[in-house]
């Protein structure tokens, strides 16, 4: 079965891809690398020792975009992580995200209609909860006010995909959203390549640890949880992948409730900055160089998942623990240098 995996040259959809092929879908992949190495589709490729066919295509460009459908006639399935996700960008630059990520969306889900592409798969995020009433959240907890124009661009494309798939007969969606993903794939041929100095915490510890960066801040420890930095769900990313498969299967074999189902994909754990760090420094041996900063703008004081629909419903177990997660990201890192 021929699925279109939109961004997957990107982080989570490069190690997507390993898990779909290993798994045995056919994939052809999206990607106009705005914002990733098109070198990782070749490591990709080593992997899963098959040859990926990427179209280099801005998927703001409809004609493009619809061209890939013409010439792929048989895509029964769309894995959509295509989309800008830096959240401190997005505050600077609006007008960028709600263009490139509402349009994108709007582009492919035309296709969806236009070909009768049956199963979507849609990249969405715990952003979408804002900062959450209640700890951890189910996919019911009522969605706050997004902290950042990124945000809004996921629950704006939580919100567009709903309402085509009650417009289409024959198309059905899930809505993946996911906490936070870190980590790189066991081989090491693949991880996490932030573009610039990175935003996210584990990049940011890797990079201090094997000295690209002088020291990183801890930005605020005066929250109101156990240690006083922010808490957070880290998932690997390869448990993030395996999720899309089953979310996949899950469609390809009628299970969906509804046309539109929506999973929590986070460890169901929660670990703040300080105890990512504190395992950080017992899995690489190494102390980090770190001081304690000022709050930054936007951050969720505590935010993590109950994961129980995911586990049950998609029959998804996580692999790996906080130990893995560094670890990889860690040999990930000593690889890049
Ligand atoms: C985690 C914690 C920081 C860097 C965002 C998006 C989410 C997803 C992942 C796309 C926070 C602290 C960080 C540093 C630090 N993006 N931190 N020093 O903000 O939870 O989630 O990225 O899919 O949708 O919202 O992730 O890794 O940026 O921050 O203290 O140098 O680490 O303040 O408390 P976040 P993050």
């Known amino acids: 079965m021929k699925i279109l995996v939109t961004g997957g040259t990107g ?10 092929v290993q798994n045995g879908y056919e994939v052809i992949n999206v990607d106009n690398n705005s914002r990733s190495n098109p070198k990782m589709i070749n490591a990709v490729e080593e992997i899963v020792e098959k040859k990926i066919k990427t179209y280099p295509v801005d998927l703001c460009n409809f004609e493009d975009t619809r061209a890939i459908f013409q010439e ?7 894995i959509h992580f295509a989309a800008y996700k830096a959240v401190g960008e997005s505050v600077e630059k609006p007008l960028l995200y709600f263009e490139n990520n509402n349009s994108s969306l709007v582009n492919i889900l035309k296709c969806v209609a236009e070909f009768n592409v049956p199963h979507f798969v849609f990249s969405s995020s715990c952003t979408v909860y804002g900062n959450p009433a209640s700890i951890p959240v189910t996919e019911l ?7 950042s124009p990124y945000g809004s661009t996921k629950q704006m494309g939580e919100a567009i995909v709903s309402q085509v798939m009650n417009s289409l007969k024959n198309q059905q969606a899930i809505l993946l959203r996911y906490f936070n993903p870190v980590g790189a794939h066991p081989s090491n041929l693949i991880g996490e390549v932030p573009i610039g100095r990175p935003a996210n915490l584990v990049p940011a510890i890797t990079q201090t640890a094997i000295g690209k960066l002088p020291q990183m801040q801890v930005w605020g420890n005066d929250y109101d949880t156990r240690d006083g930095s ?11 992948a395996h999720a899309h498969t089953l979310a996949l299967n899950y ?6 409730k509804t046309n539109c189902d929506i999973f929590n994909l986070g460890s169901g754990n929660g670990y703040t900055v300080l105890e990512v ?8 041996g190494q102390k980090l160089n770190y001081a304690i900063g000022p709050r930054r703008g936007g951050d969720v ?17 996580c692999q790996y623990n906080l130990e893995d997660m560094m670890r990889t990201a860690w040999e990930w890192e000593k690889k890049l240098a």
Request: glycine content about 4%.
């Open 11 to 20: 982080y989570i959809g490069s190690h997507t891809i390993v898990d779909l």
């Open 72 to 78: 792929n006639n048989d895509i029964k399935g769309i």
């Open 141 to 147: 907890t009522p969605q706050q006010p997004a902290e």
């Open 230 to 240: 922010c808490l957070r769900d880290y998932i690997h990313v390869c448990d993030i």
């Open 251 to 256: 469609l390809v074999e009628n299970k969906n």
């Open 277 to 284: 760090i504190k395992t950080f420094e017992k899995v690489s």
């Open 301 to 317: 004081v505590a935010i993590f998942a109950n994961n129980d629909k995911a586990v049950n419903e998609l029959n998804w177990t």
